[in-house]
């Protein structure tokens, strides 16, 4: 079975972790953190660099330092992971849902001009599966509302939007290294931002809300979380870090293989190579089928051929959580919907050769022309 995504781990990885363990470096508080902060941080051309145990709680953290009051809002994509409206749901603020565009997949600046309230206070503006969002217009909308962004990169890690490196928009950004992810700790986070108050705000809250020195030690004045990403983390992430821009050209080999594969299939819609402000980084190669074909019977005949995919993200505005919230009472997002429903993705990891792709595509261009 070629199973959707493997991690890429060479030996200069494996080099970097026995050394850190040789040095006694294990813990949240080794220098290697830090330095992995710094790197990653001047990667993405922020100021600084949050390190936390997964992109999951760089979100609730940040969300968290907003100070979100009852009665605000906060704007988040339909179409994207769980842990953006989780995030949401932990403040005391409200979810509202933007749709997004049917063809590159990420929020649409005119769902989002529609659902901007007075009431708005965040936007997570998530970029989805290596392309970037459309930035200007979003940034448009929101400084003429005075809406904060915080920006999820954790799917477009050194993406470029124009010039712009993705991490380096809103008020702060949020990143995963999941095992999946463009460089993984294994599991891991990093918050990034400009703003220094910010910051040591965020890397309080994530060591149990302690104080930096000289502030007495064991005194807390708010709740804290531990969610500090360990030196044995750091250093696979460090490491990983160096290769970023071999990921980029072999993710870069993969998709443009896939979109020359579904060229003349226009019942298997992939997102575009690029728009006029990216270049497509194909974190993920995402495919979405005409409506007649069901996805999950066509996973299934494509393991029969023995290569292995993932559904979309269910949309959010249709989460059963949402009732306990009393928010069950959601528009039509029609485009969120769509993806969810008939939207799979298809084998892309680094080291994939062009043999397994056209392997992978043919089986699903068989399954779908059998269906
Ligand atoms: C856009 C986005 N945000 C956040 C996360 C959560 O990251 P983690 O799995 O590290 O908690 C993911 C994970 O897949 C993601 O794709």
């Known amino acids: 079975m070629i199973p959707v995504s493997r991690p890429h781990i060479a030996e200069a990885d494996i080099h970097a972790v026995t050394d850190a363990l040789r ?19 001047f990667a993405v051309n922020r100021r600084h660099g949050i390190a936390v145990s997964n992109g999951s709680i760089a979100l609730d953290l940040s969300l968290h330092a907003l100070d979100l009051e009852d009665g605000d809002e906060v704007i988040i994509p339909s179409f994207t992971i769980a ?43 998530v970029h989805t599966y290596g392309l970037p969002i459309d930035m200007a217009p979003v940034e448009r909308l929101c400084d003429q509302a005075g809406i904060t962004i915080i920006e999820d990169a954790a799917e477009a890690h050194t993406v470029r939007y124009n010039e712009q490196v993705c991490g380096s928009f809103g008020h702060a950004s949020t990143f995963s290294f999941y095992a999946n992810k463009a460089i993984t700790c294994g ?21 149990l ?29 460090k490491s990983q870090l160096r290769r970023m821009d071999e990921v980029t050209t072999e993710k870069r080999r993969i998709g443009l293989a896939y979109q020359s594969m579904f060229a003349n299939r226009p019942d298997c819609q992939m997102q575009p190579e690029s728009t006029p402000y990216s270049k497509n980084k194909y974190w993920v190669v995402g495919v979405v089928l005409d409506d007649h074909f069901n996805t999950r019977e066509v996973a299934a005949r ?26 069950s009472e959601q528009p039509v997002l029609s485009v969120s919907e769509r993806l969810g429903a008939q939207g799979l993705y298809l084998p892309s990891f680094v080291g994939l050769a062009d043999a397994e ?8 261009i068989s399954v779908l022309d059998e269906y």
């Open 83 to 125: 842990s953006c409206l989780f995030a949401v749901l932990r403040t005391k603020a409200k979810p509202v849902f933007a749709d997004v565009d049917p063809v590159t997949w990420n929020l649409s600046p005119e769902s989002l001009s529609e659902v901007i309230s007075p009431r708005t206070r965040a936007l997570i503006a």
């Open 187 to 207: 599991e891991g986070g990093m918050i990034v931002t400009d703003d220094d108050s910010f910051a040591s705000r965020l890397r309080s809250l994530r060591n």
């Open 23 to 41: 040095k006694g470096f294990v813990s949240g508080d080794a220098p290697i953190v830090s330095q992995f902060e710094e790197e990653f941080a």
């Open 302 to 327: 494509l393991r029969s051929h023995d290569v292995d995919s993932r559904p979309f993200f269910h949309p959010l505005h249709r989460q059963p959580l949402l009732n306990s919230y009393s928010l």
């Open 209 to 237: 809300s302690f104080l930096p020195t000289p502030s007495p030690r064991f005194v807390h004045h708010e709740i804290g979380w531990n969610a500090r990403l360990s030196a044995i983390q750091a250093a696979l992430g």
């Open 357 to 364: 792709v056209s392997q992978c595509a043919e089986a699903l």
